[in-house]
């Protein structure tokens, strides 16, 4: 069967196994992998004849002669290379063709997440493309389910929904929140308080047969999952479709966009030109400071109850020197400052925490150099929301030695942001003390939902899980077609636990070392593992939140499980959890055992490896978010089960070198299909699907539920 996602080295350079690097090739700063000089280009060149009408001339100078001479060579070798790297690149392309196929691209493709708005049917109407295969290839008769399809012709093209406003914010007017809460004062995009929110667009439906999602689940975590989000929705109102002379990005003008201006019968445009979200966000905290206030809890029979205190959270974007934002990137970050900060009243600042690649810059000699350092590294609208920090810096912050490594497979400094990403966070958090919560947030992410619904039920979500089995269910993917509901898979989770040697985790761990900070008083357990009826830690923020697994490393050869110092080489290495993928909410009491770990004790581990265990060692409480991934390929349950969640060997672990087969799904540090779902929902073509032409003649743009998607390399559609 072709394959859209093929994995030849035309298509994706993704380095597997020990490579725990970003995808090769695919940087959104990068050029084309294209050779400079081809057999195409020289052709071009070749028909120019001006140089040949030069030979004809009677008279030439020895210096032109020579010009000439160099000038052919110069053609020749050019020539020659172009023909060598097309016969290099062929090659390439034949063996990349001919390689034996991972087991997983055996499995049918999934094709459903590419049905457009014109199919759009109610949520109770919708058939999975996963159900519609499996049923109507059933032998039996009575299994076979005809899929309700909404009446589409040529003539008609607009989505048979309209879009509506999505709004998942409580409703701060009403007398049971008011009951609880201070009141929510309404923030606006200028000083003035003229210029109202945005709000963005949904459809109340989803395309029939799109693709369920194999791990994660919407229902589990309060999150919608009966609307869609297309582009123009998602993104009109922060400026996507409109012209530049009005304030916007003029992104659409090739795009398929039936029904898309409905949207303006509410909205109104912006002009971003003039938004300063930076003073936005502090105007905003400020009407609304009061929130967030700790209040005296005491109160007499005179005295109304205290108001519930809103924690506060940072939104931090990891950003560098030289990094180029694109206009969907911007989008994207409009996005989340309207959404997470401003229309909840202030619950979120977005920050920007800048990475200065120079050492020799004087950012910390002179505000000059370090505002001129933002204002050369951020676009203007973003400018006064930017914090700096550099290795030499952390350096400093934490000097050196860290003894006893057990293993630097990396190879680099323990201060470069390679093996030391979260010195930055520390250091930020220490900084910056007034936040409850640290989201630590990398550029290459994106979200086809709403930020305030997604961060937020996942938070909720986390505060209702029990500390009982929680590390051992936070080990696994959560497969609902195959684990059923929540309580099914908690109580399976337990059963494997019993049937195996392991013992479950409860409480912080013992284990023999020369030393230790002392444990927060309030993690330790008041009764027995089998005496607990899942009741303890439930209503307790988690201290760590991730987006993928929370696995132990020794139990497989990820790369990077040894490096690890600080810790006595003659006793075992401690044990530890990761979590591949730094990106992960942070508590202040979990950032601030991170940092006295690393400068009273010198201990120190990879960042994927350093939150989770420390969490682990001092017994906090950490999650993984079961949120929804999509896969490109239709596994058998059973098979995606046992590879990714039991697999027969270490070596086999999806977590080291069987990470190929997360390549076909929307959230991997090297997830392949991320990248083609992204763009292909932005109007792009990939891999010659897809684009303006295939959606006008075909059923539409693409509408897809709230997902998360890593990595997004780049954003540069292909019509």
């Known amino acids: 069967m072709s394959s859209r996602f093929n994995l030849n080295p035309r298509k994706m350079f993704i380095r597997t196994r020990f490579n725990y690097e970003k995808l090769p090739g695919a940087d959104s700063q990068s050029s084309s992998p294209l050779p400079l000089f081809t057999s195409k280009s020289w052709s071009k060149s070749y028909r120019n004849h001006t140089w040949a009408n030069r030979l004809q001339r009677p008279r030439m100078s020895f210096a032109r002669l020579v010009m000439l001479v ?31 196929l991972y087991h997983w691209e055996h499995y049918p493709r999934l094709r459903g997440l590419f049905n457009g708005v014109r199919t759009l049917v109610p949520y109770a109407d919708w058939v999975s493309e996963q ?57 606006y995009l200028d000083a003035e308080d003229k210029l109202d929110l945005p709000d963005i667009y949904a459809y109340p439906g989803i395309p029939q047969n799109q693709t369920a999602p194999f791990f994660g689940s919407y229902e589990e975590l309060g999150i919608n999952e009966k609307v869609c989000f297309d582009r123009f929705g998602r993104f009109g109102p922060y400026g996507y479709s409109y012209s530049r002379d009005q304030g916007g990005f003029d992104l659409a003008a090739k795009s398929e966009k039936a029904g ?45 109850p205290a108001k519930k205190k809103v924690p506060r959270h940072a939104y931090i974007l990891r950003t560098w020197t030289g990094y180029k934002y694109s206009d969907y990137q911007i989008l994207t970050i ?33 505000e000059e150099v370090y505002q001129k350092t933002i204002q050369d590294n951020l676009p203007e609208e973003f400018w006064g929301m930017a914090t700096l920090w550099s290795e030499q810096q952390m350096r400093m912050y934490y000097p050196e030695p860290f003894p006893n490594n057990v293993y630097n497979h990396a190879k680099a400094p323990v201060h470069s942001v390679y093996r030391s990403a979260h010195f930055a966070m520390q250091w930020f958090a220490q900084a910056r003390p007034e936040y409850d919560f640290y989201w630590n947030w990398e550029m290459d992410l994106r979200l086809t939902g709403h930020y305030y619904e997604f961060n937020t039920k996942i938070g909720d979500w986390a505060r209702r899980q029990p500390r ?77 939140i991730t987006f993928n697994p929370i696995f132990d490393p020794a139990k497989t050869n990820w790369v990077f499980r040894d490096d690890v110092s600080g810790y006595d080489l003659e006793l075992p290495e401690p044990p530890r959890r990761c979590a591949i993928i730094t990106v992960s909410r942070l508590s202040k009491r979990l950032l601030d055992l991170m940092h006295r770990e690393t400068y009273l004790m010198k201990h120190h581990m990879f960042p994927e490896m350093w939150p989770p265990s420390v969490a682990f060692h001092h017994g906090l409480k950490a999650v993984y978010a079961p949120h929804a991934v999509y896969f490109d390929h239709n596994w058998p349950l059973e098979a995606i089960d046992g590879t990714f969640n039991h697999p027969p060997k270490p070596t086999d672990s999806v977590f080291g070198w069987g990470e190929h087969n997360q390549l076909g799904n929307s959230f991997y540090y090297n997830a392949g299909f991320s990248s083609e779902l992204w763009r292909r929902w932005l109007g792009g073509k990939e891999f010659d699907q897809g684009g303006p032409a295939e959606e006008e003649a075909g059923t539409g743009r693409l509408c897809l539920r709230p997902t998360l998607f890593h990595p997004i390399k780049h954003e540069n559609l292909a019509d």
Not at 76 to 92: C, E, F
Not at 281 to 291: D, G, H, I, S, T
Request: a neutral charge; hydrophobic letters at 30%; glycine letters at 4%.
């Open 70 to 100: 160099v000038t052919a060579v110069l053609l020749v070798s050019m020539l020659g290379t172009g023909i060598y790297r097309k016969h290099r690149w062929n090659a390439q392309q034949r063996k990349g063709e001919d390689r034996k």
């Open 131 to 187: 159900n519609y295969v499996k049923y109507s290839q059933s032998p039996n008769p009575e299994d076979n389910i005809k899929p309700k399809w909404p009446p589409m012709s040529k003539e008609h093209k607009e989505p048979p929904l309209d879009p509506v406003p999505f709004n998942p914010y409580p409703d701060y007017t009403s007398v049971e929140y008011l009951k609880t809460h201070a009141p929510v004062e309404t923030c």
């Open 260 to 304: 898309a201006d409905k949207i303006w019968s509410w909205e109104k445009k912006i002009d971003y030109r003039h938004v300063n979200w930076g003073k936005a966000q502090k105007r905003c905290y400020e009407k609304n400071k009061a929130r967030f206030q700790k209040n005296d809890t005491t109160a007499s029979e005179n005295t109304q």
């Open 334 to 366: 409009r996005a989340m400052i309207n959404e997470l900060a401003l229309k909840s009243g202030g619950e979120y600042d977005v920050h920007f925490l800048l990475h200065v690649k120079d050492d020799s810059i004087p950012i910390w000699s002179s």
């Open 468 to 544: 009982k089995g929680l590390w051992e269910r936070s080990s696994r993917y959560y497969i609902p077609e195959l684990h059923g509901s929540w309580k099914n898979f908690t109580e399976m989770v337990e059963e494997e636990m019993y049937n195996s040697d392991e013992k479950p985790v409860w409480g912080p761990p013992q284990f023999e070392n020369t030393g230790m900070l002392p444990s927060p008083p309030e993690v330790k357990h008041s009764r027995t593992y089998l005496a607990d009826q899942y009741e303890w830690g439930v209503g307790e923020d988690a201290d760590l």
